[in-house]
């Protein structure tokens, strides 16, 4: 499964709060299943492996939210708020199942070689263009295994369409 937890990280809660002064945040108030320090999208990188408790998880994707960010939240433009402020979090699979108990630390145990970070993978996903840079990312992408195949998928066909 490519999106067993959802970690988002603690820092991105004061931006929120700023944004939306009205509305009182509670933890796991986007939804996430694990609350991360110092795991910004810019330094996580799809493929890397941390380990959690006892368990070992791999990074897989960004979040990519749907309308019902938008509902929780009582805002038609939160889904468009939310992806353009890249605070978006990510999404962990399983690699080996163990305990995990509230204040469990992550650490770090690979990085994938091909370091496309979390922003980078959300920015190939957003751009409405690619130039070299994004078509340079978008193959160095394609190479990490971590990544689901429906993201695999997306970034071969926006590939083939900036080379047309």
Known sequence: MDKAAYC?????????????????????????NFATEG??????????????????????????????LG????????VRRFLASGRT????????EGDVGAGDEIK???WDSNAVSISEITHLYVAKNYGEAEIHSARRALRVAALPDI??????????????
């Open 151 to 164: 993201w695999k998928e997306h970034f071969r066909e926006r590939l083939r369409q900036a080379q047309a």
């Open 71 to 78: 509902i929780k939240f009582q805002a038609d433009d939160m």
């Open 39 to 68: 795991m910004a999208e810019d330094s996580i990188h799809v493929g890397d492996t941390f380990s959690l408790g006892s368990a070992n998880v791999v990074v897989t994707q960004p979040r990519m939210p749907c309308y019902k």
């Open 8 to 32: 988002y990280p603690v820092e991105h809660y004061d931006y929120w709060k700023k944004e939306l002064p009205s509305w009182k945040f509670d933890s796991s108030a986007f939804g996430e």
């Open 89 to 96: 979090g990510f999404y962990v699979a399983v690699v080996r």
């Open 108 to 110: 770090s145990i690979t």
